[in-house]
């Protein structure tokens, strides 16, 4: 090589590394918007609730038949001039809360129990109507919207159909789960074929809460203790957990769940578990290729929906690392303006924040607008 040549490939190197950092930045400024904070930046939030009117006319159909039902009761005599069905519009005044709060997209799901309390026919119906309006809104607004698709795990073969269509047709980013069915988890076989989609499709399952089942009825049924106060990550910690000790994902070793409310209290238990884990070995548990915990730093993303507290976030940092966390409100159910003050104001250096308040959702749900 002469020197000229030498010159002109140094000048390609200089100049290549030149374009990287303004691509990072452009990037990062892609859909930057101002805090109340006063801080710019681009921010996703990734489990933000919607629900339309067929959801809420079957929900209060269900509601006046079992008004005692912990999920369902709490629809009773909604209407959708109801303050929280207002909320959970797909439109309403979402696009405006987003704008004054600096909030870049939300990551969009059907809210809970989603189609999981009605009957295969309703549930599989239901999925679709709800998948559609979604990826509807999306095409309008790319932007400001992605969106989890919802399926009926009581016919897990339709389930599948579903989860292909939402990812190959309607270019949704992954797909959500409220907790149980029926009294049922995922860890069963007989939902594994869902699982196996899940992989195939590299999309994520957002295990989303909802209250403990039937079964699990009277020790919840006082204080309001079957909902966010306590019933909701006891019942989806416990899916979880019942996931990893099955077995699953030796089976999937690709499968990406998602857990919110800062990982359903599974981070702070994540010793124990091992250690109880290697106590219980070959006897109450079976013999796993990977330990427990290790495979929830493999396997789960989680996200700080509805836990505004920055010792949970710097423990959560410190225990999975930074890449499996992410930023998320829980909207309508939680207010806009505190869940940004608390990012904005996390005590984290600036790659940390881009992380948590966009990287991981882009590399998680395949956001790419
Ligand atoms: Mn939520």
């Given at each position: ?13 200089v ?9 990072a ?105 709800a998948?559609?309006?979604m ?42 789960v409220n ?72 089976r ?92 904005d ?13 966009f ?11």
């Open positions: 090589m002469d020197r000229r040549e030498f010159l002109g490939m140094s000048a390609a190197a100049a290549s590394a030149a374009a990287a950092p303004a691509h930045a452009q990037s990062a400024q892609r859909g930057a918007m101002k805090s109340a904070t006063g801080k710019v930046f681009r921010r996703i939030a990734t489990e933000e609730a919607f629900s339309i009117p067929e959801q809420l006319e079957l929900m209060t159909a269900a509601a006046r038949a079992m008004p005692d039902h912990f999920d369902v009761g709490a629809w009773l005599g909604r209407t959708a001039e109801s303050p929280i069905q207002k909320g959970l519009a797909l439109e309403g005044d979402r696009l405006k809360v987003m704008d004054e709060n600096g909030v870049t997209m939300h990551v969009l799901s059907l809210t809970s129990p989603g189609v999981q309390v009605f009957d295969a026919d309703t549930a599989v119906w239901l999925a679709q109507v998948n559609d309006r990826a509807e809104l999306i095409s309008r607004y790319p932007n400001r919207f992605a969106g989890l698709a919802s399926f009926a795990p009581q016919d897990p073969k339709r389930a599948v159909k579903e989860m292909e269509r939402a990812v190959n047709e309607l270019k949704l980013h992954g797909f959500v907790s149980h069915t029926n009294g049922e988890y995922l860890d069963d076989p007989k939902f594994w074929p869902i699982l196996e989609a899940a992989e195939a499709l590299d999309r994520a399952i957002y295990i989303h809460p909802r209250s403990p089942s039937d079964l699990m009825r009277e020790p919840y049924a006082k204080y309001g203790l079957d909902k966010a106060i306590w019933g909701y990550q006891a019942e989806t910690g416990l899916h979880a957990v019942r996931m990893i000790l099955a077995g699953v994902f030796d999937f070793p690709k499968l990406k769940i998602v857990l919110g409310h800062m990982g359903e209290s599974i981070p702070y238990n994540l010793w124990r578990l091992n250690y109880m884990y290697h106590n219980h070995k070959g006897r109450r548990s079976p013999v796993l290729k990977t330990d427990p915990a290790d495979t929830f730093k493999r396997n789960f993303v989680i996200t700080t929906s509805g836990v505004e507290s920055h010792a949970v976030l710097k423990y959560c940092i410190e225990v999975l690392g930074v890449d499996n966390i992410m930023w998320a409100i829980d909207y309508p159910y939680q207010p806009t303006t505190p869940a940004v003050k608390f990012m104001t996390a005590p984290v250096s600036q790659q940390d924040l881009e992380k948590l308040y990287r991981n959702a882009e590399r998680v749900f395949h956001i790419t607008t």
